[in-house]
């Protein structure tokens, strides 16, 4: 028994709860705003009224209720204001919570990537790419230096052939082409709507 009473029950209340928790205490109040407000204003047609009838006493009491709600009301605008900011503090921590939550992961990433991917791996890589790059301008190189010039004129004279035999164009008829007469439109010697209805 002693341990069910000594250990520490975690809450299962989170920040989120808490956070709506003091939003609905906020709405509370400034429904009790609205309240408040609707009774001075009574209270206030009220005195008038008691002071039109003669009744000065009344509405002398009636205007220190008045005024004692409405420093109620000023309290509770103060209150509001606290619950506001408390509210945006929660809000802003649990944004702050999720960064740091994301960052947390990113580092952990990194840090499993450079595990994978040493200094020394990289280094060696980088090596063998240059090798391999320098060995390819070799072989370049030696194939370049391979060719006399009569395989450069070569070249050229097969390059030519292709380029002339992608712009060669099409033979020209030798016949000359018919010429086209042009046909009386059947649309132009009708005679017009009007014209037929006139006659």
Same mark, same amino acid.
């Given at each position: ?15 989120? =709860?808490? @956070?709506?928790?003091?939003?609905? %205490? ?7 705003? &609205?309240?408040?407000?609707? !009774? ?8 008038? %009224? ?9 509405? *002398? ?12 009301? =000023? ?6 204001? !606290?619950?506001?900011? *408390? ?7 649990? #944004?702050? *919570? &999720? ?11 990194? /840090?499993?990537? /450079?595990?994978?991917?040493? #200094? ?23 194939? @370049? ?8 004129? @070569? ?33 132009? !010697?009708?005679? &017009?709507?009007?014209?037929? @209805?006139?006659?």
């Amino acid at each position: 028994m002693g341990n069910l009473f000594g250990r520490k029950r975690r809450s299962r209340v989170t920040e989120q =709860d808490k @956070a709506v928790l003091l939003k609905q %205490q906020r709405d509370k109040l400034k429904q009790y705003q &609205k309240r408040i407000n609707l !009774n001075l204003e009574r209270e206030r047609a009220l005195a008038r %009224q008691l002071l039109k009838d003669g009744k000065k006493e009344k509405a *002398m009491l009636l205007l220190k209720k008045k005024r004692y709600q409405e420093q109620l009301l =000023d309290r509770t605008e103060n209150q509001i204001s !606290n619950l506001e900011r *408390m509210v945006q503090d929660i809000e802003f921590t649990q #944004i702050e *919570m &999720k960064v740091i939550e994301g960052l947390k992961i990113g580092n952990e990433c990194l /840090h499993k990537m /450079h595990q994978v991917m040493s #200094i020394e791996e990289v280094e060696r890589i980088i090596g063998e790419t240059q090798d391999a790059v320098e060995y390819q301008r070799q072989i370049d190189e030696i194939l @370049a230096g391979s060719l006399t010039e009569e395989d450069e004129d @070569a070249i050229l004279e097969e390059l030519n052939a292709i380029t002339q035999e992608q712009m060669e164009l099409p033979e020209v008829p030798s016949e000359p082409l018919p010429e086209k007469i042009p046909e009386a439109s059947p649309i132009k !010697n009708r005679p &017009k709507p009007e014209l037929v @209805a006139a006659s």
